[in-house]
């Protein structure tokens, strides 16, 4: 288990230098576990914003904390999660104790977590309430192309094993750039009800304008939209009528509030898996 007498949490993202909302949700679920008590000290750093991963080697006092957690808020691994952190980190491996004394335990991306199933499914039933699961098909997003491997393997695996459940009339793993195609959505899909979740961390321009674009519920060229509010009314018109079907459209689930139980168990699961 997690001790807070003496452990801090490092929550690591990417950050953007474009979009203000790329940080917000690591931003918000480190107040909320802050606000838990359950570490000493939860501190955030990113690839692309202040304070920076490099930042974080001065952020912890040795006297005080004696371990420090490494959640990245990341949905899979791949080039950050085995690169780039552990380079800027200076980290040695799973576990790396530095000149100070202090250890440091690098964690596995939070989207890798097996709370992630439960939380598809918990985010797609609340933006569709009262519709029948087997009336409805559940279509998980992720971006595609090879850059994006394991992000877009991410996506197959949560679909395969929701797909088991048996809940819904069809479960599928979509995609932007590579097939299966999201705005393949209707020839893919023939149910009544058809609810879309983005496999992202943040909400961005994929969620804000392009996904909506490729589903046929936005224009394109609707980025004259700026302001985070009205962004977010994309998710709030739901359910969209199309072709005598409803499509439910929701944030990306690294948005959600309960992310921050999820970068919890992944820092007291580091113990467990010792």
Not at 34 to 60: I, T
Not at 188 to 203: E, R
Request: glycine content about 6%.
């Amino acid at each position: 288990m997690v001790s807070k007498s003496d452990s801090a949490l490092l929550i690591v993202g990417h950050g953007s230098t474009v979009n203000p909302d790329s940080s917000a949700p690591t931003l918000a679920h480190a107040a909320e576990i802050r606000r838990r008590k359950v570490f000493v000290d939860v501190e955030c750093v990113f690839w692309k914003e202040e304070p920076s991963l490099r930042d974080a080697l001065f952020l912890f006092d040795p006297e005080e904390i004696r371990e420090v957690y490494i959640v990245p808020n990341f949905i899979s691994e791949g080039y950050f999660t085995e690169t780039v952190i552990p380079r800027e980190l200076d980290l040695s491996g799973r576990m790396t104790k530095r000149r100070n004394g202090q250890i440091w335990k690098y964690c596995d991306p939070v989207g890798n977590h097996s709370m992630m199933t439960a939380l598809l499914l918990q985010r797609a039933h609340e933006i569709a309430p009262g519709v029948r699961e087997s009336e409805t098909s559940l279509l998980i997003v992720a971006h595609g192309t090879d850059l994006n491997e394991n992000s877009a393997a991410a996506a197959k695996r949560e679909a395969e094993k929701i797909r088991a459940l048996g809940k819904y009339a069809s479960v599928l793993n979509v995609y932007m750039e590579e097939p299966p195609l999201v705005a393949d959505w209707k020839k893919l899909t023939s149910s009544p009800n058809v609810v879309v979740v983005p496999f992202f961390i943040s909400d961005g321009l994929h969620s804000y304008e392009d996904i909506p674009v490729l589903l046929g519920i936005a224009d394109e060229g609707q980025s004259s939209i700026t302001s985070g509010g009205e962004r977010r009314e994309v998710f709030r018109r739901n359910p969209y009528k199309l072709n005598g079907r409803s499509l439910f459209y929701s944030g990306a689930i690294g948005t959600d509030q309960r992310f921050a139980d999820v970068i919890v168990e992944q820092a007291a699961d580091f113990d467990r898996r010792k």
